[in-house]
């Protein structure tokens, strides 16, 4: 509870925060000079918790079916066309593609914070600190927490779901498996998807105040709902 009780003080207090349309460069949003997502995060848990959550994760991979495995895969891939099976077939990059490059700098914004949690707790992964984990997924050989797939699939949930609120529960659905499958995969903990969520929503904040964002959304909404035939 007390985690949540600080992330939400941390959101209240950036919403305060003007966002400098100036910080960042062409390929992001933000600038990571704008916030330490750190400073409003608790640290990965303690080792006892670690020890159940593994347990968690184990019972994942006994009961991985292969469809299950082979999904988790394929969300190795950060893009916005992840979530085509809940948008429909005309949700294609070369249909939308102002939105498509909106997206990759919402993924570049996302990944470029996601470095300050890896680096500072530097979290082993599960299958460093249980060898009987076995995980089918790839991951790259940095910390667990938070985890940046997780921080993705939210932030990209939060702003598709700006664009098509009509499939906003669908939408978060899809990235709530989407963090889910790296648990299930083998290579995150519960809590680093919790903590990415987390980092998502501070990004989020910060990202909505800025002019550059705001204007690239618009012409991104426009050209999402033409193309899905959902009117403006």
Known sequence: ??????????????????ARADAQDEKTY????????????????SKEVTRHELERVLVLQEKRTGE??????????QSVFRFVDVMGREFTA???????????KVYKTESAFNKQGKEKW????????????????????????????AAFAYLTA?????????????????????????VL???HYPSD?????????????????????RKDLEEARAEVRAVLNLGQ
């Open 122 to 149: 530097n979290r082993d992964r599960p299958q460093v600190a249980d060898s009987r984990i076995k995980p089918v997924a790839k991951f790259a050989n940095s910390g667990s927490y938070p985890s940046g797939h």
């Open 94 to 104: 070369d249909k939308i593609p102002k939105a498509a490059r909106v997206f990759e």
């Open 158 to 182: 939060i702003v598709l779901a700006d664009i098509v609120p009509e499939k906003r529960d669908a939408i978060f659905a899809r990235a709530a498996e989407f963090g889910h499958n790296r």
């Open 193 to 213: 998807i919790e903590s990415g969520q987390q980092m998502a929503v501070m990004i989020a904040v910060l990202m909505y105040k800025n002019p550059t964002f």
């Open 30 to 45: 933000l600038s990571t000079n704008e916030l330490d997502t750190t400073h409003f995060m608790a640290p990965p848990p």
């Open 68 to 77: 299950q495995a082979a999904r988790s895969v394929a969300d190795l891939e």
């Open 1 to 18: 509870m007390k985690q949540f009780l600080g992330l939400a003080l941390g959101v209240a207090l950036l919403a305060l925060c003007p």
């Open 185 to 187: 995969g083998g290579v």
